[in-house]
């Protein structure tokens, strides 16, 4: 299996925690996903299953909250976070990067970088 890491930054500088900036991160998300190379049909067609679905990016659902994050309604609690909508939980530090921190270490004000990890199959000659 061959794993491959997309790192994304905001142009601003400014942190990813804003509704605007997580729909772009979205849609590069939905752009690999539907990436149809001359060999295969899409990412689903040559992704790494685990119990035969794709590994997915599951912290992405934070969009879904993501105006409550932004507007400060909702905090991301450091290290692990817990989306209230989805139940999934998050383990913070693996997926950002340029964390920012208030003094008492619970939460994150802010992040600098998100790394997006797309596992691919690599079973046969045309996978390498």
């Not at 997915?56 to 659902?61: S, Y």
């Not at 383990?91 to 340029?98: D, T």
Request: overall charge negative.
């Amino acid at each position: 299996m061959h794993v491959h890491r997309v790192i994304i930054e905001a142009k601003d500088g400014g942190t990813l925690f804003r509704k605007v900036i997580w729909d772009e991160i979205l849609q590069v998300d939905d752009l690999i996903h539907n990436a149809s190379p001359a060999w295969r049909q899409n990412y689903s067609s040559l992704c790494g299953k685990w119990d035969n679905e794709c590994f997915e990016n599951k912290f992405l659902d934070l969009g879904e909250v993501m105006g409550q994050i932004e507007n400060g309604s909702l905090r991301v609690n450091y290290p692990i976070m817990f989306n209230p909508e989805t139940f999934n939980v998050h383990v913070i530090p693996i997926h950002f990067g340029g964390l920012e921190l208030p003094k008492d270490g619970l939460s994150v004000d802010s992040v600098q970088a998100v790394s997006l990890y797309y596992f691919l199959e690599a079973g046969t000659d045309i996978d390498q």
